[in-house]
């Protein structure tokens, strides 16, 4: 205990145990303030789509950066989101299609951003529609025909659905087929199928194997504006001629489809400075990625299911911060990291530092308290000749004590002052003798 009241004076014992009380709250905060995994995991989507072909493209950008991006391929969004909502999956992101995702069931995940338009096509076989002319413009005329609705855990199936029940086609009016593209095409060529429906940006590989599919048409979506009243993810483009293939002259007139927006979406608690590296490289990728998008009309905030990441809305309304737009990734990182922590730091120990005088003052009025306490004790035991030889040798300890106090300028009266006390209890004793 006798160490601990000398250490309470040392100013040395202050600055290291300040020191250290700096170190720990920087340590603390240095756990709580984690950096950005270096491996992830995305869902995407069957092999043949746009969401694996677009995580092939982020994959190869984010390993420039240092980070490894693992794929995961899925049956489609139905399936990422269920991955994203299971802890023990391992997925960390997934491409999701717009208007999929029962938001109750999914509280913690966040969009990143909308990345392009996924268009819904209806490919058809001329010759099943002879009565209409030839052409399909409106879905109440899929009525008795053979189609297939996309596969099951698919984004196509949930839109598709939708888009018939709403057209007023129940399930009993169409001989629908829960098939993959790859299936469902087979069975279109053979003949067994009147039309399928797919969702896809306009450079999925899928859609040119509909090209050399003898009498084979896309939907013109008449009703286009009245369904984007009614279902607010979808947005109505308008595709030219030729913009699939100009060389199989698809479509062969203009034509409008529907579309939802293809949605990153990860977890709530995302890093903020991976939120800016997968925005940073997607720019990159989306200047030139669709045909059926304008320039820097993606990444987007528009369309999305889920709420906007807080650092994701920032960064598409401002742009990179002043750190990631001129340093590497890793270093505005730790750079960024180091000042989350010291800032908080300084806004701890800067009023810590106003109240210093106020310490040090307390700490000499302990000091000249203690030298106090003493001589009152040595001037009651003045007059008992049993203390006299004690009282002497306590005073002289008192006398070394207080020669050797060290106080500021300002505080020499006080000490000037004991000294005079000293001398006083001194002539005291001595005119007991």
Do not use: C
């Amino acid at each position: 205990m006798n160490f601990l009241q000398k250490q309470l004076y040392n100013p040395v014992s202050i600055g290291l145990a300040i020191l250290l009380l700096i170190a720990g709250l920087f340590g603390v905060l240095w756990v709580l303030v984690p950096p950005p995994p270096k491996t992830i995991t995305m869902a995407t989507g069957l092999p043949t789509g746009l969401y694996y072909h677009f995580g092939e493209r982020l994959k190869s950008a984010l390993a420039d950066e240092g980070v490894t991006l693992k794929l995961e391929s899925t049956g489609g969004s139905i399936d990422n989101l269920a991955l994203l909502g299971d802890p023990k999956s391992g997925v960390d992101f997934a491409m999701v299609q717009g208007g999929v995702a029962d938001l109750s069931k999914y509280p913690n995940l966040v969009s990143i951003a909308g990345m392009f338009y996924e268009p819904i096509w209806v490919w058809y076989r001329e010759s099943a529609f002879k009565v209409d002319g030839g052409r399909l413009s409106i879905l109440s005329q899929l009525k008795g025909k053979h189609i297939s609705v996309g596969n099951v855990g698919s984004g196509t199936l949930a839109l598709s659905n939708a888009l018939l029940n709403f057209s007023g086609l129940s399930e009993d009016e169409v001989l629908a087929e829960k098939l993959t593209p790859d299936q469902a095409l087979a069975k279109l060529k053979s003949g067994e199928l009147d039309a399928v429906f797919i969702i896809a940006a306009a450079e999925a590989p899928i859609l040119e194997k509909f090209y050399t599919i003898p009498g084979m048409r896309l939907m013109n979506f008449e009703h286009a504006d009245a369904y984007t009243r009614s279902f607010p993810y979808l947005s109505k483009v308008n595709i030219p001629r030729g913009v699939l293939s100009i060389a199989n002259d698809l479509p062969r007139q203009d034509i409008q489809v529907l579309a939802p927006t293809a949605t990153l979406v990860g977890h709530a608690d995302i890093s903020p400075a991976l939120v800016t590296l997968l925005l940073s490289e997607a720019y990159d990728i989306l200047k030139s990625y669709s045909r059926l998008q304008k320039a820097g009309e993606f990444p987007s905030d528009a369309g999305l299911d889920f709420p906007l990441h807080v650092d994701a809305e920032i960064y598409l309304k401002d742009g990179p911060s002043l750190l990631h737009r001129y340093l590497p990734f890793w270093t505005a990182v730790w750079v960024g990291r180091f000042a989350k922590i010291v800032i908080p730091l300084l806004m701890i120990l800067i009023p810590l530092f106003t109240y210093i005088p106020t310490a040090k003052n307390l700490m000499l009025r302990l000091k000249l308290s203690q030298v106090y306490e003493e001589l009152k004790t040595l001037e009651a035991n003045a007059s008992n000749p049993n203390y006299r030889e004690k009282n002497f040798k306590d005073l002289e300890a008192i006398e070394k004590r207080v020669a050797n106090l060290k106080v500021a300028r300002l505080d020499a009266k006080e000490l000037y002052d004991l000294k005079g006390h000293v001398s006083e209890t001194r002539e005291r004793l001595n005119s007991m003798l």
